[in-house]
């Protein structure tokens, strides 16, 4: 799959200036409003960029890379059965972006 492939235009903004932003409450709080207006792929994909910033909140922004870690060592493995690939795949995009990396 394309890295990019979960990216959500509506949420580029929000997305290029959380890793580094002090307010990340604020920029979650954008990010929640916009994904109530989105539909289809783009609502799918922006609940993971919400779970994903909701989560850096609480964890810390390390948060992203050990689990885009733990996503990728899975993927890896070969064990991950294929109905679950995509998932994973959009997963790790998702992370990508919010931890700023070009897709």
Known sequence: ??????????LDGVASKFA???DKAALLKEATDTVAGLEGDDKVNGDLYVKYMAKVI???VEYLSKEHAR???ML???SVH?????EM???????NILKGEEV
Do not use: I, P, W
């Not at 799959?1 to 509506?10: C, I, P, T």
């Not at 795949?89 to 992370?95: E, F, G, N, Q």
């Open 71 to 73: 996503l990728e060592k």
């Open 1 to 10: 799959a394309d890295a990019g492939f979960a990216k959500v235009d509506a």
């Open 20 to 22: 580094d932003a002090s």
């Open 82 to 86: 294929a109905s679950k690939v995509e």
């Open 76 to 78: 890896g493995s070969g």
């Open 89 to 95: 795949a959009r997963k790790t995009s998702v992370l």
């Open 58 to 60: 609480e964890k810390g």
